[in-house]
């Protein structure tokens, strides 16, 4: 079922978002297969950081600068997935999870992005 989640890329003048809702690998693929994606400024990472999502070649195509990451504080699940957090961060991308940042508020205006989380604790 996760895989039929809606997705939807916003394009805000020069901005790119891509909102992933809880898609896995298998709709990811199909994402890249029938692209090309465009590179996005900003990432709803898919499936809370599970290790099934934000496979390698999604990443490669979407080139996110900035992945956010909805995702409970001690969630029993464990996530996001370490493996997850070090490819996002090998991408390039800037990352913000609910857990740490509180809710993340992206400030758009056509040109520019501002991204405002109300909490801030440190890394683990």
Do not use: W, Y
């Not at 989640?5 to 990811?28: F, N, P, R």
């Not at 070649?57 to 969630?75: S, Y």
Request: proline content about 8%.
């Amino acid at each position: 079922m996760n895989n039929n989640s809606v997705v939807l890329l916003l394009q805000h003048g020069g901005t790119c978002l891509l909102l992933t809702g809880d898609i896995e690998e298998e709709a990811e693929g199909h994402l890249v297969a029938n692209g090309p994606l465009p590179s996005v400024r900003v990432l709803k990472v898919p499936h809370h950081g599970s290790r099934t999502s934000s496979t390698a070649p999604f990443l490669d195509a979407v080139r996110p600068a900035v992945a956010v990451i909805q995702v409970g504080f001690g969630n029993r699940f464990g996530h996001p997935h370490p493996e997850v957090v070090a490819r996002l961060q090998g991408a390039g991308a800037r990352v913000f999870r609910t857990d740490r940042h509180g809710a993340v508020r992206l400030l758009l205006d056509g040109n520019s992005l501002a991204i405002v989380p109300t909490v801030d604790l440190p890394p683990e």
